[in-house]
């Protein structure tokens, strides 16, 4: 069970509630480009609010300053273009603690992320995916 997470795109808070449930400290980094999107999410995590963090902004620049292995799991769920994937990734590969969890949304989904993730994990452990397009991989 991982006790921190990172969340990189939360949009309506979804899976960042889940995630809450699963973990004890949870942060999320998303534009909030959409008020209605940002205004449902703030709601919904009203009962987890003590144990969530919100940055406002674009990552990989909004988490520069987060030291290294702060987390135990990176959830990449953000910008779906290629290099902004692989820029996802390479930033989740650094604030994860080895031994910890790499993953994302969007697999066999969004061309780009199935490209972004096979390069930017090529030589790590096996790729691991899921049927509601959850790929998962261990940070090494």
């Known amino acids: ?3 921190s997470i ?3 795109g939360c949009y309506r808070g979804i899976s960042t509630e889940a995630f809450c449930l699963m973990s004890d400290q949870v942060t999320v980094v998303d534009p909030f480009l959409y008020p209605e999107a940002k205004e449902e999410f703030h709601k919904r995590m009203e009962p987890y609010k003590d144990k969530l963090t919100v940055i406002e902004g674009y990552s990989p620049v909004a988490l520069k300053d987060i030291p290294d292995g702060t987390f135990d799991m990176c959830y990449v769920d953000g910008d779906h273009n290629l290099q902004a994937v ?3 990734i390479k930033e989740c590969r650094r604030l994860v603690r080895p031994g910890g969890i790499l ?3 969007d ?4 061309p780009q992320v199935n490209a972004a993730v096979i390069l930017s994990l090529r030589g790590m452990n096996p790729l691991i995916t899921i049927d509601d397009s959850t790929w998962v991989s261990c940070n090494s």
Request: aromatic content about 6%; glycine content about 6%; charged content about 30%.
């Open 1 to 3: 069970k991982p006790k």
């Open 6 to 8: 990172l969340e990189i």
């Open 86 to 88: 692989m820029d996802d």
């Open 103 to 105: 993953a994302g949304h």
């Open 107 to 110: 697999w066999n989904i969004v």
